[in-house]
């Protein structure tokens, strides 16, 4: 009986070190630690460039900030712009990255399989899904944002934070018809969103990010595993064979 119990135990620590492996590695904040060196974009530097060279890029001071509703209104397509969020809100729902391919390379039926265009994000195991957020102006208005999971997350633990310059740009109207609900409640106009995510950035280093999530969340589970199972053998005074 003893052993039947230190075996689900054991079990039951291998379990909790994969979820919390699959944690850690999901949520930790790669992007910034390799952009940290980036240098800011000011005004100047944006005249005759395209949108992917800037989008998605840190702020200067001289970006201008959407502080208020009636501005974001006013606010082009074509403007560069960034926001000082007060507080962010998630809505549960993301979209397909675009460079992200639309098919899996295989299936266990042989062929291809078809990803979701979009998704709840807590299924988004490899993150890759830019979530829609609320995020809330000086004027305590609310707009619709896709930015960096790195901003997201300081955000929602309440710090400051400056987000990359973005644009105004057509919300995808699939989300919008999974978030009408919380965007009511909210009054927030689900026209348009604030977009900063650096694709072409994003899309060189995905693959790259994806082997060091792995390798940080296999890490944990071999040392968080390791220790679990070795207080439970400790506990059960469980002898070396």
Request: with cysteine; charged share 25%; aromatic share 8%.
């Amino acid at each position: 009986m003893k052993k039947k119990l230190v075996k689900a135990l054991e079990f039951l620590a291998v379990v909790v070190a994969l979820i919390i492996g699959v944690l850690v590695g999901k949520n930790i904040s790669l992007e910034s630690m390799l952009k940290k060196n980036e240098q800011p974009v000011t005004l100047s530097m944006t005249e005759g460039g395209i949108p992917e060279d800037y989008i998605g890029k840190p702020a200067a001071e001289d970006i201008p900030r959407i502080e208020d509703l009636g501005t974001w209104e006013e606010t082009w397509t074509t403007s560069y712009i960034t926001v000082e969020p007060k507080s962010i809100v998630p809505t549960g729902i993301g979209v397909r990255y675009p460079w992200i391919p639309a098919y899996s390379n295989s299936s266990r039926r042989g062929g291809p399989r078809k990803k979701a265009d979009i998704i709840n994000t807590k299924f988004d195991i490899f993150n890759e899904y830019g979530e829609y957020y609320l995020l809330q102006l000086p004027d305590d208005s609310y707009i619709l944002g896709e930015i960096p999971m790195d901003d997201a997350r300081k955000l929602k633990a309440g710090k400051s934070v400056t987000l990359p310059v973005g644009r105004k740009q057509s919300a995808d109207s699939r989300v919008v018809a999974n978030i009408t609900n919380i965007c009511a409640e909210y009054d927030v106009d689900t026209e348009d969103v604030f977009y900063c995510i650096d694709e072409k950035w994003s899309e060189e280093h995905n693959f790259m990010l994806l082997l060091m999530r792995f390798g940080v969340g296999a890490v944990v589970v071999l040392v968080l595993g390791t220790i679990l199972i070795t207080i439970v053998d400790k506990v059960f005074k469980v002898k070396d064979a």
